[in-house]
């Protein structure tokens, strides 16, 4: 075991429902830069990541998909471009790699089901609410839209279902406990949210079992229910460690764990349900809890479904996975929302890493070769460490260490980057370029090249972490001796050799031309949404050709919505009441219920054609049609009224 311990790290094991985007690299990033800290300080660090593959969304997507769940999360966790491939292309280190459909852990959750059943914190009763049959889900009053399904917005009705609940009220207090003691759960202000939003309104039983889907972990002992998808994951944190198997090993090294690192939307879950499982099973709690934020995009949460996420390959393959690393740890606090932009990215990349890292490190590398032939002499002129940079330099590891401790790498890298800036200051107050006119000088030059290079050098070590690869080769070019690439040598000013020899290399981070890296990324972007969308079945085109005098028989005018309601006794029509330039209300009935809801449609500016002859429909009248396109996927028909620009008066023609 290392000197310094042993320090057990999770990520949250991910759904395997979608190909994961730039959100979820944030989180595995983030936990990955704690881990390669943490083993640079000499910790024997474990660190986890995984894949949560049960459940009825992975299900329904298989179904969907035409393919079994297994072969389905096969594909997004091992596939080509999948999981594996996107931590691997991120240089994630995670030593352990767990799978919810591991036959280890399967038959772990079935032993721990049952400790917890027999142990009387299970027992069985009825679940009943108010439930969506499409979405086959139970949902509370408060949790239902207008009475409807929050999901859907289709009606719910009342259903009662037999399951198994986890006795989770009677562990209300000492959870109560535990979140107000110590450091259980940061940042701080999460233990007052959920205090408030779920332990003071009073904790109710949970319901752990379903029967409702297959695709699941069996309860062994009552075959139809499948177990709730959250006790199955939260277990994975010691199942990958031997919990209650025999494949795995290392619980008594590792567990309890040191952090979970979990986003704040799943805060709850790690907080107050997991130490009370751990606690009905009678197993030490984990250390910590930090809930980070959520990298949204334009203010809202990334979401496959709303078509708005960010793909990480995309960006790693225009900037190099090391930029977008230190760009994801630099912008935005660990435990605060940030919002996500190509601008932002490539702003940040302009300055830190092109200008002051990488300008900072060239141009020392290539005064050393330029004045000294890239070895330094040992001569001497005034001492090596004569000014302020020396001090930031030789002060950095100390505050670097403390806030890398307490998770806030944002702040870590704004110390790191204090003193880049404060060297290139130093280039400018020394001018080398003058003392190099002057051979009296030569002494003076090489102290100051090399606390140029001793600055570069404390830097880049403490920066491996958040860019383990590009540190690899600045450490080159300033001729680190391997055995100074270390966490101690760190914090040790004046360890380089007196002679040190650089060698000179690429340009680690070259500077990007906003405007058309944005155009092309843009571009590719588009392309990534449009491959994303499933397949659209079109009609054909018709043969027969239409005379241009017909054509123009067809009065197509723009009309406005003033009204809209949905025809009772019909799940099917809306009537709407149109403004259609004459001053004289008109009135069309349209099917489009399934994909319209009335209110959202008062106001808009739609195309009608307005000299059909009238028609009943449900004993309403309809002076006319409103313009549609449709198309199908996956064989269901899809409806886009046509809707134009508000500027058009209503009753324009449209020719
Ligand atoms: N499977 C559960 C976790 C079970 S852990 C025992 C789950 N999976 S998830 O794939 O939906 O999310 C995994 C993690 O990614 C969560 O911590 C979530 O907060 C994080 N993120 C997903 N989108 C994110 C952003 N847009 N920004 C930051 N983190 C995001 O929840």
Not at 99 to 109: I, L
Not at 196 to 210: A, M
Not at 214 to 241: C, E, Q, R, S
Not at 297 to 308: A, F, R
Request: glycine content about 8%; overall charge negative.
């Amino acid at each position: 075991m290392s000197e310094r311990g042993t320090f057990y790290i999770t990520t949250p094991i991910y759904y395997p429902s979608d190909k994961l985007h730039i959100g979820h690299t944030y989180c595995t990033v983030a936990t990955d830069t704690i881990a390669r800290y943490k083993r640079m300080c000499g910790y024997d660090v474990m660190f986890l990541t995984g894949t949560d593959e049960h459940g009825q969304k992975i299900e329904e997507k298989a179904k969907e998909a035409g393919v079994t769940p297994q072969e389905f999360v096969d594909r997004i966790v091992e596939g080509e471009g999948g999981i594996l491939d996107l931590w691997k292309l991120m240089n994630i280190s995670n030593d352990r790699f767990i799978r919810t459909t591991d036959g280890y852990h399967v038959e772990a959750v079935q032993r721990i089901f049952k400790k917890m059943y027999d142990n009387g914190d299970i027992y069985k009763g009825k679940y009943s609410g108010m439930y969506c049959t499409p979405c086959e889900s139970f949902w509370t009053e408060s949790q239902l839209v207008d009475g409807k399904c929050p999901d859907c917005g289709r009606e719910v009705k009342y259903a009662e279902e037999e399951a198994y609940f986890f006795r989770l009220s009677k562990y209300a207090e000492p959870v109560r406990e535990l979140l107000l003691s110590g450091t259980f759960l940061e940042p701080a202000s999460r233990v007052n949210e959920m205090i408030k939003n779920f332990i003071d309104p009073g904790l109710e039983d949970l319901c752990v079992s379903r029967t409702s889907f297959k695709w699941g972990i069996p309860v062994d002992f009552d075959p139809g229910h499948v177990v709730y998808v959250w006790v199955d994951a939260l277990f994975n944190y010691m199942t990958a460690l031997g919990y209650m198997n025999g494949e795995r090993d290392g619980l008594e090294k590792y567990w309890p764990a040191d952090v979970h690192m979990v986003g704040k939307e799943i805060v709850r879950f790690h907080s107050i349900i997991w130490p009370a499982m751990l606690m009905s099973v009678g197993e030490p709690l984990p250390k910590k809890v930090f809930g980070h934020g959520w990298l949204l995009l334009g203010g809202g949460k990334m979401s496959k479904s709303k078509g708005n996420v960010v793909d990480p390959y995309i960006l790693a393959g225009r900037f190099g996975v090391d930029a977008l690393r230190y760009f994801l740890m630099r912008e935005f606090p660990l435990g605060s929302d940030g919002n996500f932009s190509n601008e932002l990215l490539i702003s940040r990349i302009n300055s830190d890493l092109a200008n002051d890292y990488g300008n900072l490190l060239s141009r020392t590398v290539a005064m050393v070769e330029k004045y000294f032939n890239g070895t330094l002499p040992t001569e001497r002129a005034g001492a090596d460490s004569d000014c302020e940079l020396n001090t930031m330099a030789g002060e950095l590891r100390g505050k670097y260490e403390k806030l890398m401790d307490s998770f806030q790498t944002q702040a870590a890298l704004e110390e790191v980057f204090k003193v880049i800036s404060r060297a290139n200051k130093y280039i400018d107050e020394t001018a080398p370029w003058v003392l190099a006119k002057d051979a009296a000088n030569t002494p003076r030059l090489a102290s100051v090249m090399y606390n140029l290079l001793e600055t570069l050098r404390i830097c880049t070590q403490l920066l491996t972490p958040f860019m383990p690869e590009s540190t690899v080769k600045a450490a080159d070019q300033i001729g680190v001796p391997a055995q100074l690439r270390t966490w101690e040598a760190a914090g040790n000013w004046g360890s380089l050799p007196a002679d040190v020899t650089v060698h000179r290399g690429d340009t680690l981070f070259p500077r990007i031309d906003m405007d058309k890296e944005l155009a092309e990324l843009e571009k590719l972007e588009e392309e990534a949404r449009r491959e994303a969308l499933p397949p659209v079945e079109l009609e054909p085109q018709l043969a027969e050709k239409v005379d241009f005098d017909t054509f123009c028989k067809s009065d197509f005018r723009v009309v406005k919505v003033k009204s809209c309601e949905a025809v009772k006794k019909s799940d099917k029509l809306l009537k709407f009441t149109l403004d259609d330039g004459t001053g004289v209300d008109r009135q069309i009935l349209s099917g489009i219920h399934k994909w319209y809801q009335p209110e959202e449609l008062v106001g808009k500016t739609l195309v009608a054609i307005v000299n059909l002859p009238p028609r009943k429909m449900m004993g309403l009248e309809s002076n006319g049609m409103l313009i549609s396109a449709v198309h199908k996927e996956k064989g269901e028909e899809v409806l886009h009224l046509i809707m134009v620009d508000d500027s058009i008066p209503a009753g324009a023609k449209l020719c």
